[in-house]
């Protein structure tokens, strides 16, 4: 057979880092802060609402496409409950559409949105399935790059930049607050001056806010509340991280009518319907109390300065993130021979052998290689036990 068996465009994206390295923890027993999945699962109460929706026989045939109105209700419910101060809210009948996860939203989004030839801006780093789903659509992705600052120790945006990377082609910016991998929680001041590009040139924004609930500094704002950006935004959450239960697939979409009847279009020809018992057992997570994000958050916020205290005490320049699951560091600092001249995939790979510990090289998640080259990624969401011996394994460096 003369032709390749993968498609030319998503060749280039290969298997993902991911798979590398998890299989490199497993073979060389290290600790695995290179995913982003918790090592514990999420509440009882809502275990135990997905075993009563199997045993009562809810969701296990399909369930409806859009997703089953008892979780579509919960998400119109959650977006007023957090949001509705500002003037945010949805119709669950006809403004939320449930999907397998946010991989499926973003996917189904970018299907649906944009014609080969259509440019997409996106912050970079940026998640790696963001440029193989613009890649599936026929897409141009056109990334704007978040800076680190070392005298910081955070990364920001330059506005100039990204409105100057908006052309004629532009059509829309696919954003993503809070920030993985970067950790950066974008202001209200950026946040309206985005909204303000967007409408000034017409452009629609999907919005990924996965991390919606894990902010440890800042606020998370919508950017659906802005002025003029409810009928031109695609807002995408999920269960996953929120709950803790990566495994299930949940996600969500928020959007004006049109839009998600665009959306749905194309999601129903990726899994047609997914999570039916989950689905149940997902509504009834969202009504839990305050008090559960507020520890989530909080429990989060003592992980992250446990991991970063440690990569700190190792010799890594430490960008101390908003929020999110992840730690972007800098291996420089450890010098030319530790840091792999600053190749950031030498690093990781080397550093299960060398302490034990297994990272992802943050370049992967750069068109730019050499701007992400020297720095890589750990997740904190593991438990505290976990993550105090990956900090003393990591003082062997």
Same mark, same amino acid.
């Given at each position: 057979?003369?032709?390749?068996?993968?498609?030319?465009?998503?060749?280039?994206?290969?298997?993902?880092?991911?798979?590398?390295?998890?299989?490199?923890?497993?073979?060389?027993?290290?600790?695995?802060?290179?995913?982003?999945?918790?090592?514990?699962?999420?509440?009882?109460?809502?275990?135990?609402?997905?075993?009563?929706?199997?045993?009562?026989?809810?969701?296990?045939?399909?369930?409806?496409?859009?997703?089953?109105?008892?979780?579509?209700?919960?998400?119109?419910?959650?977006?007023?409950?957090?949001?509705?101060?500002?003037?945010?809210?949805?119709?669950?009948?006809?403004?939320?559409?449930?999907?397998?996860? *946010?991989?499926? +939203?973003?996917? /189904?989004?970018?299907?649906? %949105? $944009?014609?080969?030839? #259509? @440019? !997409?801006?996106?912050?970079?780093?940026?998640?790696?399935?963001?440029?193989?789903?613009?890649?599936?659509?026929?897409?141009?992705?056109?990334?704007?790059?978040?800076?680190?600052?070392?005298?910081?120790?955070?990364?920001?945006?330059?506005?100039?930049?990204?409105?100057?990377?908006?052309?004629?082609?532009?059509?829309?910016?696919?954003?993503?607050?809070?920030?993985?991998?970067?950790?950066?929680?974008?202001?209200?001041?950026?946040? *309206?001056?985005? +909204?303000?590009? /967007?409408?000034?040139?017409? %452009? $629609?924004?999907?919005? #990924? @806010? !996965?991390?919606?609930?894990?902010?440890?500094?800042?606020?998370?704002?919508?950017?659906?509340?802005?002025?003029?950006?409810?009928?031109?935004?695609?807002?995408?959450?999920?269960?996953?991280?929120?709950?803790?239960?990566?495994?299930?697939?949940?996600?969500?979409?928020?959007?004006?009518?049109?839009?998600?009847?665009?959306?749905?279009?194309?999601?129903?020809?990726?899994?047609?319907?997914?999570?039916?018992?989950?689905?149940?057992?997902?509504?009834? +997570?969202?009504?839990?109390?305050?008090?559960?994000?507020?520890?989530?958050? #909080?429990?989060?916020?003592?992980?992250?300065?446990?991991?970063?205290?440690?990569?700190?005490?190792?010799?890594?320049?430490?960008?101390?993130?908003?929020?999110?699951?992840?730690?972007?560091?800098?291996?420089?600092?450890?010098?030319?021979?530790?840091?792999?001249?600053?190749?950031?995939?030498?690093?990781?790979?080397?550093?299960?052998?060398?302490?034990?510990?297994?990272?992802?090289?943050?370049?992967?998640?750069?068109?730019?290689?050499?701007?992400?080259?020297?720095?890589?990624?750990?997740?904190?969401?593991?438990?505290?036990?976990?993550?105090?011996?990956?900090?003393?394994?990591?003082?062997?460096?």
């Amino acid at each position: 057979m003369d032709r390749p068996l993968l498609n030319r465009r998503l060749a280039e994206f290969g298997t993902t880092i991911f798979a590398e390295m998890s299989a490199l923890a497993v073979r060389t027993g290290s600790i695995n802060l290179g995913q982003g999945f918790p090592d514990t699962d999420g509440p009882d109460e809502v275990r135990e609402a997905a075993v009563r929706a199997l045993r009562d026989g809810r969701g296990n045939q399909y369930p409806p496409g859009p997703g089953v109105p008892e979780l579509r209700a919960a998400v119109a419910a959650h977006q007023q409950r957090f949001y509705g101060h500002r003037g945010l809210s949805y119709d669950p009948d006809t403004e939320v559409l449930i999907t397998a996860g *946010a991989t499926e +939203a973003l996917a /189904a989004s970018l299907l649906a %949105l $944009l014609e080969p030839g #259509d @440019e !997409v801006i996106a912050l970079e780093p940026y998640y790696d399935s963001y440029a193989a789903c613009i890649a599936m659509a026929g897409a141009r992705r056109i990334p704007v790059t978040l800076r680190p600052d070392a005298s910081t120790g955070s990364y920001g945006l330059d506005l100039d930049e990204l409105r100057d990377a908006v052309t004629d082609d532009t059509r829309l910016i696919l954003l993503n607050t809070p920030h993985n991998p970067t950790g950066t929680v974008l202001t209200r001041d950026e946040l *309206a001056a985005i +909204a303000e590009l /967007a409408v000034e040139r017409n %452009l $629609l924004v999907i919005t #990924d @806010e !996965v991390y919606e609930h894990l902010v440890f500094e800042g606020e998370h704002i919508p950017l659906a509340s802005f002025p003029g950006m409810r009928d031109r935004t695609v807002t995408i959450s999920s269960a996953g991280k929120t709950f803790s239960f990566t495994g299930w697939k949940v996600g969500w979409v928020t959007a004006t009518p049109d839009l998600i009847g665009a959306v749905r279009s194309a999601k129903q020809f990726l899994t047609y319907v997914s999570a039916g018992p989950f689905q149940y057992a997902v509504a009834e +997570a969202l009504a839990l109390p305050d008090t559960y994000y507020t520890a989530l958050r #909080d429990g989060l916020r003592a992980k992250r300065d446990i991991l970063a205290a440690g990569l700190t005490s190792a010799g890594f320049q430490v960008f101390r993130p908003s929020g999110t699951y992840f730690i972007t560091t800098d291996i420089r600092p450890l010098g030319a021979a530790l840091s792999q001249e600053g190749d950031g995939f030498a690093f990781c790979r080397a550093l299960p052998e060398r302490a034990g510990v297994v990272a992802i090289p943050n370049a992967v998640f750069y068109d730019h290689k050499d701007r992400g080259a020297p720095y890589v990624r750990f997740a904190f969401c593991k438990q505290e036990e976990v993550l105090r011996e990956a900090a003393a394994r990591l003082q062997k460096l």
